[in-house]
């Protein structure tokens, strides 16, 4: 992997590619949620999986709990790696594991406004925070109805920030292509009882990967 500094503001952004062994097209930017940075454990594993898969992953870390703050540095980095001379990429995806995936919607709905731009192949969210713990009334829900590129969310059945009708009542308006992986009984953080992490990201690598492919290949067709 190639560790890269993103200059951002007066400051700079660390990142991390994950570089498959044959030249990729397609690339995948991923984040973290509000805690944590680009090491989470989850990140890590899909980063690296994809990869070996031919995927090209950047994933960056971004502190701070300001969604508009946090959508700003996602952009800067679509940006960076658009304008990669050492990665000529004909499309991303981009991914974010809860604030993340909120902040990533955002991007792809503000640049889509901006222009007819496909760089942006679609969207992963990772357990996307659809409302607080509790407070199902008020959804966060308004990116997602704008936006038109294929979106993937992971989330678990039992995630107190995300119900599962409310999540599929969501998709059910949107007018982007979308699919709902459930993963049974998983909380926000994705974890099952009864079973250990890396089998349950095991279960999510496949599940983007297999996406991932899916619309690729409609690309081409």
């Known amino acids: ?9 007066n400051k700079y952004l660390d990142a ?26 989850h990140l890590v594993s899909l980063a690296a999986y994809l990869a070996s898969h031919g995927v090209l992953c950047l994933r960056f870390t ?11 540095a996602f952009k800067t980095v679509v940006e960076y790696l ?4 050492d990665y000529k990429l004909s499309g991303v995806f981009l ?4 604030m993340g995936s909120r902040a990533a919607a955002s991007v792809i709905r503000q640049l889509s406004q901006d222009d007819d731009d496909d760089f942006i192949q679609g969207l992963v969210c990772l357990s996307y925070p659809l409302h607080r713990p509790k407070l199902q009334s008020k959804l966060r829900d308004e990116d997602l109805l704008f936006i038109r590129c294929p979106v993937l969310f992971v989330s678990g059945s039992a995630d107190e920030m995300c119900e599962k009708q409310l999540l599929e009542g969501v998709a059910s ?13 998983a909380n926000h953080g994705l974890a099952v009882k009864g079973r250990t992490t890396d089998d349950v990201m095991e279960e999510i690598n496949s599940q983007v990967f297999s996406w991932f492919r899916e619309n690729i290949e409609l690309e081409h067709k």
């Open 1 to 9: 992997y190639v560790k890269v500094k993103i200059p951002f503001g």
């Open 16 to 41: 991390i590619f994950s570089v498959p062994e044959k030249k990729s097209t397609y690339g995948v930017i991923l984040t973290h949620g509000a805690g944590g940075d680009m090491n989470f454990p």
């Open 62 to 72: 971004c502190k701070g709990l300001n969604i508009a703050y946090r959508t700003k």
């Open 82 to 85: 658009k304008l990669s001379d």
């Open 95 to 98: 991914a974010g594991r809860s």
């Open 173 to 185: 308006k949107m007018k982007a292509p979308k699919k709902i992986h459930w993963i049974d009984k």
